[in-house]
């Protein structure tokens, strides 16, 4: 079981320095800790704010990493850059869950799976929050393919392996928004979706991480998702086909899950692809994740990478 942790949610940052000249007061440090205010969405104020802004407060903790946060120090920093919840020497792997909601499974036209489908990103494709851009990759670009897919993300806190369903969420920190974002074309071109979701940049992650303790029930955890601001994506942890204690058991056996491990649970129905009309991520578009219990809202907006030239030639 897990223990009541200290903090109801966790956020991995660079703090603001005042006194500096723009571009310089951004402190390259690393921090984690807990937004004194507990009810703002981290996310969004950060997205619509500006870095400095002296109302966003952050509870340092002694730690480095969410995985061992350790105590609060007692220190207040005002918020200068949000990070993903995780290094990307932290992440090791990124395992991914397709096809794991009900309405999704109709909207594809396609029965429901009788076990998980698994596909892994590389840690490569980890992304934090805005002002990191999702780029798209100039071998994507002509394609017109790029899409999204907004998904609850779970955070393996404790190394596991051979779990039984009924002791799987013990060895979980804790959950956080993210975007499996895809090149269909390339997707369906062939039978592993690695290449199609593992650019880099694939995976935006945050923007803080709610402990399992903070959560009295994980089917009630609501998941929503815009494209511009129009939500295109709306769903809850209750349409799952395969539940998170049911993902972590089958993921773990025969198969170490060390502590940091990404564990993607799949996207609910809305994606761009099947929509009608279609709709692909272009240029210039604002993508964001939003889940309830305090997680708040990873935003990005969508760049297309510029063609090099001296290739073309």
């Not at 995780?86 to 429901?112: F, M, P, W």
């Not at 998170?244 to 809305?270: D, E, H, M, R, W």
């Amino acid at each position: 079981m897990h223990s009541r942790t200290p903090y109801s949610r966790l956020v991995r940052f660079h703090p603001y320095i005042f006194g500096r000249l723009l571009g310089e007061d951004i402190s390259p440090e690393v921090k984690i800790g807990e937004p004194v205010d507990p009810t703002i969405d981290i996310g969004q104020v950060m997205y619509q704010g500006f870095p400095g802004d002296p109302t966003i407060k952050i509870n340092v903790y002694s730690g480095s990493s969410i995985l061992s946060p350790g105590q609060p120090t007692g220190e207040q920093l005002t918020l200068g850059q949000l990070l993903a919840p995780l290094s990307q020497s932290e992440v090791g792997t990124i395992r991914c869950i397709g096809l794991n909601y009900v309405e999704h499974a109709k909207e594809a036209g396609l029965d429901l799976p009788t076990v998980p489908t698994l596909f892994m990103k590389p840690a490569t494709a980890l992304a934090g929050p805005c002002p990191q851009p999702t780029i798209i990759p100039r071998s994507f670009v002509a394609d017109d393919a790029a899409d999204w897919e907004a998904e609850v993300a779970v955070i393996i806190g404790q190394s596991c392996k051979n779990v039984p369903e009924s002791q799987a969420l013990d060895y979980v920190l804790g959950i956080t928004a993210a975007n499996d974002v895809s090149s269909r074309k390339a997707q369906f071109a062939q039978s592993q979706w690695s290449y199609s979701k593992g650019f880099d940049g694939a995976c935006p992650l945050g923007p803080a991480v709610v402990p399992l303790t903070a959560i009295d029930e994980l089917s009630t955890v609501k998941i929503q998702a815009k494209l511009n601001g129009s939500v295109v994506q709306q769903s809850g942890l209750d349409d799952l086909i395969f539940g998170i204690p049911k993902i972590v058991s089958f993921l773990s056996q025969g198969t170490t899950l060390p502590a940091g491990t990404v564990i993607l649970t799949g996207t609910p129905a809305g994606v761009g692809w099947t929509a009608k009309p279609r709709r692909t991520l272009q240029h210039g578009d604002v993508f964001s994740v939003t889940l309830s219990h305090g997680v708040g809202s990873l935003i990005n907006e969508i760049q297309h990478e510029e063609p090099d030239e001296e290739l073309d030639e």
